[in-house]
Every structure is written in structure tokens, then in C-alpha cells.
């Protein structure tokens, strides 16, 4: 369906920009499922299924990216936190 002649027209008459390339493979968005996975479970995991308004998951979303960003040390990234490696990597 995503890609799709029709689907995409849409998108196109929306001005929506697609994140798939123009095969469609499916590891396209490999990097960005693994961080919903990340949110889900480090975020939302102890958190009752639709017991929170929209305001307080945006809110959520907004505080662990700026805490996956700038905090979370990953080991790939020599046990630095994103911003920390963008620095001296610069």
C-alpha cells in the first residue's frame, strides 16, 4: 500500500515527504524502528494503555529525545551520549 502509485500521489498532493526510498525496501526505516522500540520500552512500558492525554505523551516523547540525544551514553559511540560524540567527532 505505501507504495503505491495511488498512496503516494496523495502524499504528493499533501505535500508530504516520504522516509522510503523509491524501491521501497524495507529496511528504509530500520534506524527509526529501532528508536520507537527504544521509546516504547524505555518510556512507555509501565504506563497504562491510553491513560495518558495527548499533551502528556507528547511531553514524554519530548523529554526521552532530548534524553536519548543529549544524556544516553551508547556504547558504539565510544560510551558517549549522541550530542557528546557529534562534538568530537567534529
Same mark, same amino acid.
Given at each position: 500500500? #505505501?507504495?503505491? #502509485?495511488? #498512496? ?30 527504544? *521509546? ?10 491510553? &491513560? ?13 529525545? &532530548? #534524553? ?11 560510551? *558517549? ?10
Amino acid at each position: 500500500m #505505501y507504495t503505491s #502509485y495511488a #498512496y503516494q500521489n496523495l502524499l504528493e498532493e499533501m505535500a508530504c515527504r516520504t522516509s522510503m526510498s523509491k524501491r521501497g525496501n524495507c529496511w528504509d526505516n530500520a534506524v527509526i524502528e529501532s528508536f520507537h522500540s527504544n *521509546l516504547k520500552t524505555e518510556e512507555f512500558a509501565r504506563v497504562k494503555h491510553h &491513560s495518558l492525554t495527548n499533551e502528556e505523551t507528547r511531553t514524554r516523547v519530548a523529554n526521552y529525545m &532530548s #534524553y536519548y540525544n543529549e544524556k544516553r551514553i551508547q556504547e558504539k559511540l565510544g560510551y *558517549l551520549a549522541p550530542v557528546e560524540y557529534g562534538y568530537y567527532a567534529a
